[in-house]
């Protein structure tokens, strides 16, 4: 507020934002425990809307469809291993051809979204759930799961590391978060560890004479 006690525009600004957030939480929270209950094909956008206390209306300013919500948290995410990826090559560029290089700051990135992954771990099984049930959800995984490679190896590219270097790398990542997940998904450790422990068996590889092996 200004000293007359007027809100500024950073302050209508910020209480904008709060007010969109919370409206988009609770459509994703009514719509996560609808589709938990009643499963995916049984949940229409009225009922999510209803269940948020929102219109239809609202409920499209925020998806474009039921699916996306399941998505929710795509855009933040590679934003976040976007920015992560960045930071880590910075430091390290030029990246050049060396995959262990990429590799680091691979692990970076998907770490850091692993870990904000693992605080909706709530909604994690009811999603792996209705994804692995619907043919349709899971075509759409899978085109994001490849943005998140495609944007890794925009940042690796741009920071000096040649094309291959950069394939490779990102590609070993995304193997190491499905390892993880599917460990995870498993019982056996959360997902940070999971994943963790994935990217540290890959790191183990040289050390077990891989190199020796594929000479002969």
Known sequence: ????????????????????????????EAAM???????????????IAQHAEVGRSTFFRYFADKQEVLFADDAELREMLVAVADER???????????ADALVVARAAVMAITRRIAEHSSWLPVR????????????????????????GVEVLRRHGATPDT?????SLAA???????????????????????????????????LRRRFAG
């Open 1 to 28: 507020m200004d000293n007359k006690g007027t809100p500024t525009d950073s302050a209508v600004l910020s209480l904008r934002e709060r007010k969109h957030r919370r409206t988009r939480e609770a459509i994703v």
């Open 33 to 47: 425990r609808l589709f938990a209950e009643q499963g995916f094909d049984g949940v229409t956008v009225t009922d």
């Open 89 to 99: 090559a910075a430091a390290m560029a030029p990246l050049g051809d060396s995959l």
């Open 128 to 151: 792996d759930r209705l994804i692995g049930e619907n043919p349709e959800l899971s075509a759409r995984n899978l085109i994001k799961q490849r943005g998140y490679v495609t944007a």
């Open 166 to 170: 950069s394939i490779l790398a990102t």
């Open 175 to 209: 193997a190491c978060f499905a390892a993880g997940q599917d460990r995870a998904r498993g019982g056996e450790l959360d997902l940070p560890t999971a994943v963790d422990e994935a990217f540290g068996q890959l790191c183990t590889l040289d050390g077990q004479g």
